[in-house]
Every structure is written in C-alpha cells, then in structure tokens.
C-alpha cells in the first residue's frame, strides 16, 4: 500500500523503515517527537533533566514542541514562546554541558534517520544541531566546546539506541 511503511531494526537497535519518505507535515512531527522524547526521557544522561530537574510532563510538551518544530521546517508562525528560557532555568539548576547536547543531538539524529529520509529530514538534523550548539553557547559561554575533543558533542556512530516499546 502507498504510504505504508515496514518497521525492521537496524544495527543500532532503533526501527527503521524501508523506503521511508520525508517529514511531511505536523501528523509526521507529532510521530517523531513522541518517539525522540520517549527515548529522551528514558535516556540515563539527558533524561533526568525532563524528569527530575524539569518534571516535563511528555503529554503537555508535545504540542509546545510540535509547534516549534512545525515552525522550524514549515514556516508556519505557530510557535510563539521563549525556547532559550526553559534551557536557561534548566542550566541554573543543573549545569548543560556539551555532552548534554551532544546526546540530544545524537538521539534527535537516530530519531529521525530511523522515520524519515528527504530534505526536511536533513534540514531537521542540520536545524536540531545548530539549536544545540547555540543553546551550549548561550549557556556556556562562546568558549564551550561544540564539536569533537574532551566535552563536545558525541560521534553519532558511538551511539546504540534501546529497541522502543512496543
């Protein structure tokens, strides 16, 4: 059937998809953010700062998030909020570190490399990366390390993914 799309599991543990198609609109988003944060919230490194130091309900994120994103990729001007200030009171609570971003960056790039392939999909990683790297900046300072060497952001390839729940 058109549209359909058969989950398999890659070397990494994350589902994947044969002949996945590109982020396609706001039901796509919805998907995709739902799978990243689940993986977020669980993951032992960034996951404590949605939960603990946040207490980020996922239910009530979601949408705020979705619009952000739907915002980011489509233009649309349905997000109107502060993204930086969350990250800021986050960082006077707990200080961000480079690896911090560096595990949300490799888990936004697992993400959406096991849904989507296309433009958006490239330009969702490319934008999810310079977010990241800007948020460090801002937090850190413009000395924070951002790529590579003790502190910075992670390979990609040194991630292994948990398998979601079914």
């Not at 953010?33 to 689940?38: A, C, D, G, H, S």
């Amino acid at each position: 059937m058109r549209g359909e799309r058969l989950a398999v599991r890659d070397t990494g543990g994350m589902p994947a998809t044969r002949n996945p198609r590109d982020i396609g609109g706001r039901d796509d988003l919805a998907v995709l953010l739902r799978r990243f944060y689940t993986e977020a919230f669980t993951d032992p490194l960034i996951g404590p700062y949605f939960t603990e130091v946040a207490g980020t309900d996922l239910d009530a994120h979601l949408p705020r998030i979705t619009d952000f994103w739907e915002r980011a990729l489509f233009r649309t001007a349905g997000y109107g909020r502060d993204a930086f200030a969350p990250h800021a009171a986050l960082h006077a609570a707990r200080p961000l570190t480079a690896a911090h971003f560096g595990r949300w960056v490799q888990l936004w790039h697992a993400t959406v490399d096991g849904l989507h392939r296309g433009p958006r999909a490239e330009r969702a990683k490319a934008q999810g990366e310079r977010i990241a790297r800007a948020m460090l900046r801002r937090l850190a300072g413009p000395d924070a390390p951002t790529g590579g060497g003790d502190g910075g952001f992670v390979p990609l390839a040194a991630l292994r993914l948990r398998a979601p729940a079914a």
